[in-house]
């Protein structure tokens, strides 16, 4: 039993306090100040963690005499990569820019995905065995770096998904590296509208690279949900045609 007038320091506060401290904080060095508060706030519901990603937003909107926006808000929390589905939706619940708009509007408002969701992309489809002992809580917060496709589905469905060219060569190109494991995430991005021709090709000179003539056909020929939709425009059945992409000057065509 504590004892009257003893000192009280940050490990004997309760969760819900450690919680409004990281808030009000506003500090990603507060976890890394021991163990205890690390694994505490690891923990920390969704709700927590969108307070903690809007108050550092309009933290910087401050400094800079800048005003938040429903852009501005969902760029901010994409560039984290704790943002998961349920933090988005919080943050749907809380932000006022965000509360404000319909569903239709919220499928309007175009959102691209942080890089950091395609890095060290799984190049196996089963997983690794782990070692004996080895226990994983089943607190910890699934991370969309496990799952990248559901993510993207999930977040697809509310808004839409826009790729820069940077963006779109940095995504196709790391699903080619991946392999066969992530060719369901390479047709969704092409889907989703990721261009095969950003930085002069950047995916498909790495496809060449590797040998990877799987991959480059998944670049190159078009899905079958965009021949029907090709075939719905123009009122044909006939086959659809390929994406026009090309190796610097020379026609893909050329190697084959």
Known sequence: MRRQGEATGLLDLPPELLFDIL????????????KHIFYTLRHASPFVRAQYILCRHYDTLYQTHGRPSTQSVMDAA??????????IEALERISPPLLALSSADRKRLGVTPGRWLFRN???????KRRKPGRITSALAPQSPLSDPLTFLEHLSAKYTLVFPEREAALALSTCVRAGPAQYSLLRFLLQAGADPGAKHCFALQ??????????MKILIEPSESDVRK???REGVTKGGKRRRVGIGCIPLARYY
């Open 230 to 232: 090709q075939e719905e």
């Open 206 to 215: 790495v496809a060449a690279t590797f040998g990877n003539m799987d991959a």
């Open 23 to 34: 808030v009000h904080s506003l500090s990603h060095h507060l976890p890394l100040v021991n």
């Open 121 to 127: 992309l799984q190049s196996h489809t089963k997983p």
């Open 78 to 87: 994409l560039s984290y990569p704790m943002c998961t589905i349920s933090i």
